[in-house]
C-alpha cells in the first residue's frame, strides 16, 4: 500500500472515512482475499491512487474481517466501490472495471491528480504542510506494525486532535506513560481541547462575524468568535479577536479579555505570533 491507501475499520470508520471525504474524496473499496475479480480491480485502484497524489484517498475494507461494516452498506456482490465526498455516499459500482473506466469514473466527479512538488535545493524548500486526515490514516497503520512504540500513539493522539476527534486523542493522552505524557504538545492540545468544549455550543462563525458588524460593542460575541476562531484552528485570527475585545473594553467580566489571551498564548504553536501579539498587548497596557 501507499500513503493515499489504508485499511479502514468500523471502529475508526467514521473519522478516517466519512470525516476526512470533507477534505478530501473517499473511494471505499469493499473486496476480499479469495474474490478473483477483486484482486484484479485492486492493484489498478491503488496504482491510481498513487499516481493522483492525493487527489483521493482509497479506503479498503475486507468484508471478511469488517462483517458489520460490510452490513452496514447492505453489501451484496464484491468487488462494490462507494465514492464519498462532503462526508456523503455520491456514487458507486459493483464490478471489477478496466482502467480507462476507473479514470472517467474518477474525472466525472472532478477527481484530479495533485501535482508533485518541484524540486528545490532543501534550505529553499518551503515546509509542505500536513494533512492531518492523511496523518491520521498514516499513523493508524504506523502504530498497528509497531504497537508497543507509545511516542507512534502521542503523535497519532496529536494527529487526531487536529482533526477534531477528541474523545480518541484524550483516550490515548491519558494512557501514555509519564514521561510522555509531559510533552508540551500535549499540554497545547488539551488546552484546545477543553476550549472546544466549552464553545460548542456557541454560535457559528459567521453568525458572531454578523452580530459584530451589527453591534461592535458586542462584548459576548467578540469573546466567542475569538475562541471560535482558536479552535478552528486560526490562531491569528482568534489572537486579533481576542485583542479587540481587550482594547474596547479590558474590564469585561472582571478582565476575563487578559485571561482569555494569556491563555490562547499557551496552546498557539506559531512562537512568532505569540510574541507578535504579548508586544501588542503589552502596548495597550501602556
Request: hydrophobic share 45%.
Amino acid at each position: 500500500m501507499n500513503a493515499f491507501v489504508f485499511d479502514a475499520k468500523l471502529d475508526s470508520f467514521e473519522q478516517d472515512v466519512i470525516n476526512a471525504s470533507k477534505e478530501t474524496p473517499v473511494l471505499v473499496d469493499f473486496w476480499a482475499e479469495w474474490c478473483g475479480p477483486c484482486k484484479q480491480i485492486g492493484p489498478l485502484l491503488e496504482k491510481l491512487a498513487l499516481e493522483f497524489n492525493g487527489g483521493f484517498l482509497l479506503a479498503k475494507v475486507d468484508v471478511d474481517k469488517e462483517q458489520q461494516l460490510a452490513g452496514y452498506f447492505q453489501i451484496k456482490s464484491i468487488p462494490t466501490l462507494m465514492l464519498l465526498k462532503d462526508g456523503k455516499i455520491v456514487d458507486g459500482f459493483s464490478a471489477a472495471l478496466p482502467e480507462a473506466q476507473l479514470r472517467e469514473f474518477l474525472g466525472h466527479h472532478q477527481i484530479t491528480a495533485k501535482p508533485a512538488l518541484a524540486e528545490t535545493p532543501a534550505e529553499d524548500r518551503e515546509p509542505e504542510a500536513v494533512d492531518p486526515h492523511l496523518e491520521v490514516v498514516r499513523l493508524r497503520h504506523a502504530v498497528a506494525e509497531a504497537p508497543e512504540d507509545d511516542s507512534l500513539k502521542l503523535e497519532l493522539g496529536l494527529a487526531l486532535a487536529a482533526t477534531h476527534a477528541y474523545a480518541e486523542a484524550v483516550a490515548l493522552f491519558d494512557a501514555l506513560p509519564a514521561n510522555l505524557a509531559m510533552d508540551e504538545r500535549i499540554a497545547k492540545a488539551r488546552a484546545r481541547i477543553d476550549l472546544a468544549e466549552r464553545v460548542k455550543d456557541a454560535p457559528p462563525i459567521e453568525v458572531l462575524r454578523a452580530a459584530i458588524a451589527a453591534n461592535p460593542g458586542d462584548f459576548e460575541a467578540h469573546r466567542l468568535l475569538g475562541l471560535q476562531y482558536l479552535v478552528q484552528g486560526q490562531a491569528e485570527a482568534g489572537l486579533a479577536q481576542l485583542l479587540e475585545l481587550f482594547r474596547i473594553n479590558r474590564d469585561y467580566q472582571d478582565g476575563l479579555p487578559r485571561k482569555l489571551l494569556i491563555e490562547a498564548f499557551t496552546m498557539v504553536d506559531d512562537e512568532d505570533l505569540v510574541r507578535q501579539y504579548r508586544r501588542k498587548m503589552a502596548s495597550l497596557l501602556n
